[in-house]
Protein backbone atom coordinates (compact mmCIF):
# COMPACT_ATOMS: atom_id res chain seq x y z
CA UNK A 1 0.00 0.00 0.00
CA UNK A 2 2.40 2.77 0.90
CA UNK A 3 4.52 1.64 -2.34
CA UNK A 4 1.43 2.48 -4.45
CA UNK A 5 1.35 5.61 -2.71
CA UNK A 6 4.62 6.61 -3.15
CA UNK A 7 4.68 5.82 -6.76
CA UNK A 8 1.30 8.13 -6.94
CA UNK A 9 3.57 11.17 -5.33
CA UNK A 10 6.72 10.44 -7.56
CA UNK A 11 4.37 10.17 -10.83
CA UNK A 12 2.54 13.47 -9.80
CA UNK A 13 5.80 14.67 -9.08
CA UNK A 14 7.63 14.47 -12.32
CA UNK A 15 4.31 15.63 -14.47
CA UNK A 16 4.72 18.68 -12.13
CA UNK A 17 8.09 19.13 -12.69
CA UNK A 18 7.70 18.31 -16.74
CA UNK A 19 4.88 20.80 -17.02
CA UNK A 20 5.63 23.56 -14.51
CA UNK A 21 9.41 23.82 -14.70
CA UNK A 22 9.66 24.62 -11.33
CA UNK A 23 13.72 25.16 -10.42
CA UNK A 24 14.24 25.10 -6.44
CA UNK A 25 10.94 25.83 -4.89
CA UNK A 26 9.09 22.80 -4.10
CA UNK A 27 6.81 24.09 -1.04
CA UNK A 28 3.67 24.56 -2.53
CA UNK A 29 4.15 21.05 -4.72
CA UNK A 30 4.56 19.82 -1.22
CA UNK A 31 1.51 21.37 0.24
CA UNK A 32 -0.75 20.14 -2.81
CA UNK A 33 0.26 17.14 -1.99
CA UNK A 34 -0.28 16.81 1.56
CA UNK A 35 -3.76 18.21 0.59
CA UNK A 36 -4.56 15.32 -1.00
CA UNK A 37 -4.08 13.67 2.08
CA UNK A 38 -0.07 12.19 1.61
CA UNK A 39 1.88 11.78 4.65
CA UNK A 40 5.15 14.50 5.15
CA UNK A 41 7.28 10.72 5.30
CA UNK A 42 5.83 9.90 2.35
CA UNK A 43 6.21 13.04 0.53
CA UNK A 44 9.81 13.48 1.77
CA UNK A 45 10.57 9.87 0.32
CA UNK A 46 9.33 10.71 -2.80
CA UNK A 47 11.49 14.25 -3.17
CA UNK A 48 14.13 12.05 -1.80
CA UNK A 49 14.05 9.10 -4.23
CA UNK A 50 13.37 11.29 -7.48
CA UNK A 51 16.57 13.57 -6.91
CA UNK A 52 18.68 10.32 -6.10
CA UNK A 53 17.47 8.58 -9.38
CA UNK A 54 18.30 11.68 -11.21
CA UNK A 55 21.15 12.59 -9.88
CA UNK A 56 22.63 8.96 -10.71
CA UNK A 57 22.09 9.88 -14.27
CA UNK A 58 24.02 13.36 -13.83
CA UNK A 59 21.03 15.69 -14.53
CA UNK A 60 18.81 17.84 -12.51
CA UNK A 61 15.12 16.06 -12.54
CA UNK A 62 13.98 19.19 -14.77
CA UNK A 63 16.39 18.37 -17.61
CA UNK A 64 15.52 14.75 -17.59
CA UNK A 65 11.77 14.95 -18.36
CA UNK A 66 12.09 14.71 -21.79
CA UNK A 67 9.44 11.66 -22.66
CA UNK A 68 10.63 8.78 -25.10
CA UNK A 69 10.25 9.26 -28.65
CA UNK A 70 10.53 5.15 -28.82
CA UNK A 71 7.80 3.13 -30.32
CA UNK A 72 5.47 1.50 -27.32
CA UNK A 73 4.90 -2.29 -26.76
CA UNK A 74 1.86 -2.89 -27.85
CA UNK A 75 0.30 -5.58 -25.58
CA UNK A 76 -0.99 -9.17 -27.27
CA UNK A 77 -4.64 -10.36 -27.67
CA UNK A 78 -4.50 -12.64 -24.37
CA UNK A 79 -2.75 -9.68 -22.53
CA UNK A 80 -5.37 -7.45 -23.98
CA UNK A 81 -8.15 -9.84 -22.37
CA UNK A 82 -6.85 -9.63 -19.19
CA UNK A 83 -5.31 -6.17 -18.63
CA UNK A 84 -7.83 -3.47 -18.23
CA UNK A 85 -6.32 -1.01 -20.91
CA UNK A 86 -6.34 2.17 -17.39
CA UNK A 87 -3.68 -0.06 -16.12
CA UNK A 88 -2.10 -0.47 -19.33
CA UNK A 89 -2.27 3.23 -20.41
CA UNK A 90 -0.79 3.45 -16.34
CA UNK A 91 1.82 1.38 -17.05
CA UNK A 92 2.76 3.04 -20.47
CA UNK A 93 2.55 6.66 -18.57
CA UNK A 94 5.54 5.22 -15.87
CA UNK A 95 7.60 4.37 -19.05
CA UNK A 96 7.21 7.65 -20.38
CA UNK A 97 8.49 9.08 -17.13
CA UNK A 98 11.34 7.24 -17.40
CA UNK A 99 10.09 5.21 -14.04
CA UNK A 100 10.63 1.53 -15.74
CA UNK A 101 12.90 0.51 -18.55
CA UNK A 102 11.82 -1.76 -21.15
CA UNK A 103 13.16 -4.50 -19.31
CA UNK A 104 11.51 -3.24 -16.25
CA UNK A 105 8.21 -2.58 -18.04
CA UNK A 106 8.30 -6.30 -19.40
CA UNK A 107 8.70 -7.14 -15.90
CA UNK A 108 5.65 -5.81 -14.65
CA UNK A 109 3.61 -7.36 -17.19
CA UNK A 110 5.08 -10.73 -16.85
CA UNK A 111 4.49 -10.32 -12.84
CA UNK A 112 0.88 -9.34 -13.37
CA UNK A 113 0.30 -12.17 -15.89
CA UNK A 114 1.11 -14.53 -13.23
CA UNK A 115 -1.03 -13.22 -10.54
CA UNK A 116 -3.95 -15.69 -11.88
CA UNK A 117 -6.43 -13.24 -11.38
CA UNK A 118 -8.77 -12.79 -14.23
CA UNK A 119 -8.81 -9.13 -14.76
CA UNK A 120 -5.49 -6.51 -14.17
CA UNK A 121 -6.64 -3.47 -12.69
CA UNK A 122 -4.66 -0.41 -12.09
CA UNK A 123 -4.36 -0.84 -8.63
CA UNK A 124 -2.38 -4.37 -9.09
CA UNK A 125 0.03 -2.46 -11.64
CA UNK A 126 0.76 -0.19 -9.23
CA UNK A 127 1.55 -2.59 -6.90
CA UNK A 128 3.64 -4.70 -9.18
CA UNK A 129 5.28 -1.39 -10.51
CA UNK A 130 6.20 -0.06 -6.96
CA UNK A 131 7.63 -2.91 -5.78
CA UNK A 132 9.96 -2.96 -9.17
CA UNK A 133 10.55 0.53 -8.80
CA UNK A 134 11.63 1.43 -5.44
CA UNK A 135 13.23 -1.80 -5.03
CA UNK A 136 14.84 -2.02 -1.78
CA UNK A 137 14.78 1.86 -1.32
CA UNK A 138 11.71 1.06 1.41
CA UNK A 139 13.76 -1.01 3.04
CA UNK A 140 16.62 1.37 3.47
CA UNK A 141 15.44 3.05 6.39
CA UNK A 142 18.05 6.13 5.87
CA UNK A 143 15.76 7.36 3.17
CA UNK A 144 12.62 7.87 5.77
CA UNK A 145 14.86 10.36 7.89
CA UNK A 146 13.09 12.99 5.13
CA UNK A 147 14.38 15.37 2.54
CA UNK A 148 16.86 17.77 3.34
CA UNK A 149 16.44 21.24 2.76
CA UNK A 150 20.12 23.37 3.37
CA UNK A 151 19.81 26.40 5.89
CA UNK A 152 16.24 26.43 6.47
CA UNK A 153 15.04 26.84 2.98
CA UNK A 154 12.93 24.82 0.37
CA UNK A 155 15.80 25.05 -2.21
CA UNK A 156 18.14 22.78 -3.20
CA UNK A 157 21.54 23.91 -3.47
Given at each position: ???E?I????V??L??????????????????????????????F?F???F???QE????????????????????????????P????????L?????L????????IE??????????????????A?????????????????F?Y?????S??
Amino acid sequence: MIQERIIEIIVYLLQELKRSQVKGNYSNISKKLVSRGYTENEINFAFSWVFNHFQEKRHAPEESLEYSSRSSRVLHEVEKMVIQPEAHGYLLQLRQLGLLDDYEFELVIEKALTLGTSIITIDDIKTIAGSIILGNDLNNQGNWDGFYYPFGSNSIQ
